[in-house]
């Protein structure tokens, strides 16, 4: 069974940064995507950014492109996403996700961390 474990949310003013991590383990698998996501009160599922495990591209929503930075320690199997200019509408719970697959397509991540929590005020 995959297990993922994000740390590294808190609470920060607008235009401040934040940097989450997700420590990755149980997955055999040798080529898979991992992807941050996330969800704000009242609204859908949402994903941020994703990142192949092999060559290392990535993919982001236009919401966070130029202030996310997503990428991964292969050696840690540790995955981690930068958040800078952070904006009261990045507010929303961050779950790391795994899935097969073209990393760039929201609906191929199907294992999912518990999530942390991300509260940006103005």
């Known amino acids: 069974q995959v297990q993922l474990v994000e740390s590294g949310g808190g609470s920060v003013q607008a235009g401040g940064s934040l940097r989450l991590s997700c420590a990755a383990s149980?997955?055999?698998?040798?080529?898979?995507?991992l992807g941050w996501f996330r969800r704000a009160p009242g609204k859908e599922r949402e994903g941020v950014a994703g990142?192949?495990?092999?060559?290392?591209?990535?993919y982001y929503a236009d919401s966070v492109r130029g202030r996310f930075t997503i990428s991964q320690d292969n050696a840690k199997k540790t995955l981690y996403l930068q958040m800078n200019s952070l904006k009261p509408e990045d507010t929303a719970m961050y779950y790391c996700?795994?899935?097969?697959?073209?990393?760039?397509?929201?609906?191929?991540?199907?294992?999912w961390g518990q999530g942390t929590q991300v509260t940006v005020s103005s």
């Open positions: 996700a795994l899935g097969v697959g073209f990393c760039g397509s929201w609906w191929q991540y199907d294992h």
């Open positions: 149980r997955y055999t698998g040798s080529s898979y995507c």
């Open positions: 990142i192949t495990s092999g060559r290392g591209t990535t």
